[in-house]
Structures are given as structure tokens and as C-alpha cells.
């Protein structure tokens, strides 16, 4: 069964501290792996897609990197406005266009 | 910058009681879901829907639930008898091309859904 379990739960950070976020997943057959920002009582706000092991996508202070069995989100000088759960989900195996999330990472950097 | 959008944005409803949300998608966009999340709890995927018919369902999407497109902008998810654990955030989301390379989902906001 696929699965996605991303660590740390809750991440607490100094303006500027930069840190990592990781997703680990078991899937069959990686098609695609998503990081997407959720604020509170909002919908998933759509970050990145990494489609292979070795690829990487940056986007301001984010970066993403993607392995054969893990994600990484890195956050370089992160400012109290990055303050949000972050989720991982993949797209796994074949017929299936259903993402998995995984339970997220609450993140929030005081000033 | 096209969105996914969401009505109505809070839903309160007694036990039993029908509720239909309704979701208007990206407009250049195929493919259609709706996805769940209890409080506290994963976002989970229930349906998704590709020429007008259901492609895929979740073990949650039982009997009670059903989905239309309606015309050609709305999509919407009907519940027909609601229990309290269907009390959930409702979210619809959309993507272009189906089943192939690029899967980009766009979530829309949500629909709290409250069951008394």
C-alpha cells in the first residue's frame, strides 16, 4: 500500500534559521511527488512537482529535491510569512490519478 | 491567475439531511476531484471524475455521495443523508491532462462541512 509519512510534525523556527523538511514514501511506482503549502482553514496551495530521483525545483526560499525513496524541502532564511503546514503527497502507482498526502509539517518561524 | 472556487464556504446541516457542494473548476481543466480532510487529519481523496463519469473511487465514496457536472463550469458533490462523520473540510480540485506526465492538482479552497 503506498504511503507517505513526512517529519518533522511541527517545526519551530527563528526568522532566517534555515532547516529541511522530509517526506519519505512507499509507492509501487513513483509517478510524481507534490509539495504543496496549506494555511489554516485554507485549501492546499500548490508548490512543486518532482517527477525523477535527482530533480530539484526552487521557488524563492524553497527548494525541493526528490530521491528513490524521499523529498526533501528546504527553507533557506525563512521569514515569519513561510508560517504554514506543508504537505507532501505522490502519485503512485499506474491508473490511478488519486494523490496521497501525507499528514504535513507545521512550520512557523517567529520574527 | 485562474483559481479553483467553492461554495458555500461554511455548510452546517442536520444529521440526515441532503447537502450539495459545489466547486467551479480551472477552466481549461479535464479532470475533476474531490478530496476530504477531518480535523487534525490527512487530506484524503474520495473521487475523481474525467468525461462526464467517475474515474476512480475511494472506499469512503460509498452510496451515500454522487457527483455531477451540471453544465459546463460547475462540478459538484451531493451527499445524501449525512452522518456526523462526514463532518470534514470538502476541497475540489482540478488538473489539465489526466493520466499523463503532469498531474498538477489545484485545490480550491474548501467547504467546512458541519453535521449536528
Known amino acids: 500500500e503506498d504511503q507517505v509519512t513526512q517529519s518533522p510534525e511541527a517545526l519551530r523556527l527563528q526568522e532566517g534559521e534555515s532547516s529541511s523538511l522530509n517526506c519519505s514514501y512507499t509507492v509501487s511506482g513513483l509517478r510524481g511527488l507534490f509539495w504543496y503549502r496549506q494555511d489554516p482553514g485554507k485549501g492546499p496551495e500548490f508548490l512543486f512537482t518532482l517527477y525523477s530521483a535527482g530533480e530539484e525545483k526552487e521557488k524563492e526560499r524553497l527548494k525541493a529535491t526528490l530521491t528513490k525513496k524521499e523529498s526533501f524541502l528546504h527553507i533557506t532564511a525563512p521569514k515569519p510569512e513561510d508560517s504554514a503546514t506543508y504537505l507532501c503527497?505522490?502519485?503512485?502507482?499506474?491508473?490511478?490519478?488519486?494523490?496521497?498526502f501525507g499528514t504535513g509539517t507545521r512550520l512557523q518561524v517567529f520574527p | 491567475e485562474p483559481e479553483v472556487t467553492q461554495t458555500p464556504s461554511h455548510q452546517v446541516t442536520q444529521m440526515g439531511q441532503e447537502v450539495i457542494l459545489r466547486c467551479v473548476p480551472i477552466s481549461n481543466h479535464l479532470y475533476f476531484y474531490w478530496y476530504r480532510q477531518i480535523l487534525g487529519q490527512k487530506v484524503e481523496f474520495l473521487v475523481s471524475?474525467?468525461?462526464?463519469?467517475?474515474?476512480?473511487k475511494s472506499e469512503i465514496f460509498d452510496d451515500q455521495f454522487s457527483v455531477e457536472r451540471p453544465d459546463g463550469s460547475n462540478f459538484t458533490l451531493k451527499i445524501r443523508s449525512t452522518k456526523l462523520e462526514d463532518s470534514a473540510m470538502y476541497f475540489c480540485a482540478s488538473s489539465e491532462v489526466p493520466r499523463r506526465r503532469y498531474n498538477e492538482q489545484f485545490f480550491g479552497p474548501g467547504t467546512r462541512l458541519t453535521v449536528l
Open positions: 471524475f474525467y468525461n462526464n463519469e467517475i474515474s476512480e
Open positions: 503527497a505522490v502519485w503512485g502507482s499506474y491508473n490511478t490519478d488519486k494523490l496521497i
